[in-house]
């Protein structure tokens, strides 16, 4: 799913261009051989919520050809990106959808990962979402989710969450600059007023999302800290019970 735009039109106008923007992100690439790393060696089948131009989903599938791939984003532009990338995988199925109304069987997949998509859902959309990912889940299956967090929640109501997120998103464009280049500074500036406006980029601190997995009835889930710690990308890795509680 792409992070520059909340409408699935614009995804799809988005997708020609993006990995230019962020194929060369070396966080992203942390984040990608993080998540992937995690990925049970036996799993049989890997879901990618938000999977957009299939980075993740290329990772994940060479470390695990056996696996049967399944590719959701809102974007046909994006999905038809990712097929290219992946052709010649004969497991591979695309679905156009949101990963908050997943339109797959209970305990049908091992294995659901999504890199830089859930915060573009709304707050109630990411409860919905973990219900849906221990549904779909097969007992024993893993969800290995990494985005980029924040320090409070709230809104743009309310000042002190407006200065804080403003002061982490300002940290974040000077970093990307020294590390991955003035265009992906100049995404995180322009991306800025979306940010501070709660306009389809709706970031959450990391405990609303082990809350509502928890509510959802995952059990504790191990928070993995990239560097720059400061920045707040995460990955979360939650595990579905073997039988439930």
């Known amino acids: 799913m792409s992070p520059l735009e909340t409408s699935p039109t614009h995804w799809n106008d988005l997708a020609q261009n993006y990995d230019k923007v962020m194929g060369n992100v070396p966080q992203m690439h942390a ?32 470390a695990h050809p056996q696996a049967a791939l399944l590719a959701l984003d809102p974007a046909p532009a994006m999905l ?54 221990l549904r779909v889940l097969r007992p024993g299956g893993k969800f290995i989710y990494g985005d980029q967090h924040c320090r409070l929640l709230g809104g743009p109501d309310d000042p002190a969450w407006v200065a804080d997120m403003f002061a982490l998103l300002s940290d974040k464009a000077l970093h990307y600059l020294h590390t991955a280049g003035l265009g992906r500074m100049l995404l995180q500036v322009e991306l800025m007023p979306k940010f501070l406006q709660a306009d389809g980029e709706m970031p959450v601190p990391v405990e609303y999302w082990l809350d509502s997995l928890a509510e959802a009835g995952f059990p504790p889930c191990q928070v993995i800290e990239m560097a720059p710690a400061r920045l707040l990308n995460r990955v979360i890795v939650a595990t579905k019970p073997q039988r439930a509680a």
């Open 80 to 133: 038809d990106r990712l097929r290219s990338k992946l052709a010649g995988t004969a497991a591979l199925t695309c679905i156009v959808g949101s990963a908050h109304a997943l339109d797959l069987p209970d305990n049908s997949v091992d294995t659901i990962i999504s890199n830089y998509a859930l915060h573009h859902l709304s707050h109630a959309e990411k409860r919905v979402c973990a219900k849906e990912v």
């Open 31 to 62: 984040l990608f051989a993080e998540i992937v790393s995690h990925i049970q060696p036996d799993t049989t089948s890997i879901l990618d919520l938000g999977a957009g131009t299939g980075n993740l989903l290329r990772e994940a599938a060479a």
